[in-house]
């Protein structure tokens, strides 16, 4: 079985249920299914672009702030092209925490060119810093190599939907007063599925922006950054099973003691069995179903919805705390 650890913290006045100490799935699951060809291809379309790049601006999920960010782009795009990392969505992180560590951590390995958005909202001073970073990385290369320019063109990367396109259409809409959007914007990933035309954003001086596909990492390989991905919702769901989403979020709010759970699922205590837990949830919660069971309908309860409550607990907002990478960096 392949398995993975996190670090136990136990944060509540809830009886510690039993905890499983690692967390495992079937040996039949295939992690290929989350890397579909096409990334290969666009991947392979997005270095040929690269000449034409003066920078490269990567969008990433500030809930895994660590988790499932693309070493093929470093290797492959950042060594190259300046670069600064855009963590959107620092609405569902608690910022007094997280922001620090989060920056600490990358300016250790390196990274210091990090700005904070929130796409969705297009809030006014966050996508200026992603202008005003821009520009001034733009304009340092600009010396560095000596040359005249009367154009600049940025290429935005990283993992699916997490909000690249949305950070085109608001910084075009920042700096030319465009309402309209440029790009397709979707909220499942795989909206955008090849490397677009350039789109202008910027007059003075003109800055052309190039979208690009969600490319996954192909070597991710350990439970924890695939389950991760998965109930943040930034793979197909078509790629994984839900039940395993499941089971991976009660199984980390349970080692890192967020039992939040329990009251807003209306569930008598912490479990650290899915199967219990989705019981309970179905009892409830009056979650049922008909299903032919031999030759006639029978009332069920719907595991189904019992799972997808539970995932969108995370996926709306409910817990109390949505940063997935937590004992990552503290």
Not at 72 to 89: C, G, Q, S, T, W
Not at 155 to 173: A, D, H, T
Not at 225 to 232: E, N, Q, T, V
Request: hydrophobic fraction near 35%.
């Amino acid at each position: 079985m392949m398995k993975c650890i996190i670090g136990i913290r136990r944060l509540s006045s809830y009886v510690q249920p039993k905890l499983r100490e690692t967390f495992e799935l079937p040996n039949g699951f295939d992690y290929r299914t989350w890397f579909p060809m096409h990334m290969s291809v666009q991947l392979s379309k997005m270095e040929g672009k690269l000449r034409s790049v003066d920078m490269i601006i990567e969008v990433h999920d500030a809930r895994i702030p660590i988790t499932g960010r693309n070493k093929e782009f470093y290797d492959k795009l950042y060594a190259i092209r300046p670069h600064m990392l855009v963590l959107n969505k620092m609405d569902l992180i608690d910022m007094k925490t997280y922001k620090e560590p989060i920056e600490e951590y990358y300016k250790n390995i390196g990274i210091n060119n990090i700005v904070w958005t929130d796409c969705k909202r297009r809030l006014g001073k966050a996508i200026s810093d992603v202008k005003s970073n821009m520009l001034d990385l733009l304009r340092s290369e600009h010396r560095f190599n000596r040359s005249v320019k009367t154009e600049y063109q940025v290429m935005v990367v990283g993992i699916p939907n997490v909000g690249k396109s949305s950070l085109i259409n608001s910084l075009r809409s920042n700096t030319m007063g465009v309402k309209h959007n440029a790009v397709i914007e979707g909220a499942r990933p795989g909206v955008t599925v090849r490397v677009q035309n350039r789109v202008k954003i910027m007059d003075k001086p003109k800055v052309y922006i190039l979208d690009t596909p969600g490319v996954l990492n192909p070597k991710v390989k350990d439970i924890e950054s695939s389950m991760k991905l998965g109930i943040c919702g930034l793979i197909l769901e078509s790629a994984t099973n839900t039940k395993y989403l499941a089971d991976y979020l009660l199984y980390y709010l349970n080692r890192t003691g967020d039992y939040s759970y329990i009251d807003l699922l209306n569930i008598s205590e912490p479990s650290d069995n899915i199967n219990e837990v989705l019981l309970q949830i179905c009892k409830a919660n009056d979650l049922k179903k008909n299903m032919m069971v031999g030759k006639g309908y029978q009332l069920l309860w719907d595991q189904e919805k019992a799972i997808n409550k539970f995932i969108n607990l995370y996926r709306k907002h409910k817990l109390a705390d949505h940063c997935l990478d937590k004992e990552l960096l503290f």
